[in-house]
C-alpha cells in the first residue's frame, strides 16, 4: 500500500507543545530512573541523549528557524 501525502507514516517530527515536551521530558527522566542496572549501555545512552536534546530545544524555545520553516 503506498502512502498518500501528509500521513502519519511519512518520516516527519511529531510536532508538541512546550507542555507536551516538558511531561515526555519528565516520562523520559522518569524511565531512566527505574531502568534495571542490566540494561544495555546503548538504550541507557540513546535514552539520555534524547533527555539532553529535548532539554536543550526547551531552553532554546524550538528547534532553529530554518527547520521549523521546512514544515
Wanted: net charge positive; aromatic share 2%.
Amino acid at each position: 500500500m503506498r502512502s498518500f501525502d501528509g500521513q502519519r507514516s511519512d518520516n516527519q517530527p511529531i510536532r508538541r507543545t512546550p507542555d507536551q515536551k516538558r511531561r515526555a521530558l519528565l516520562q523520559m527522566e522518569t524511565e531512566l530512573a527505574a531502568l534495571p542496572a542490566k540494561a544495555t549501555p546503548t538504550l541507557r545512552a540513546s535514552l539520555e541523549a534524547r533527555i539532553k536534546a529535548l532539554k536543550e530545544e526547551l531552553a532554546n524555545g524550538g528547534p532553529p528557524r530554518r527547520e521549523r520553516d521546512r514544515d
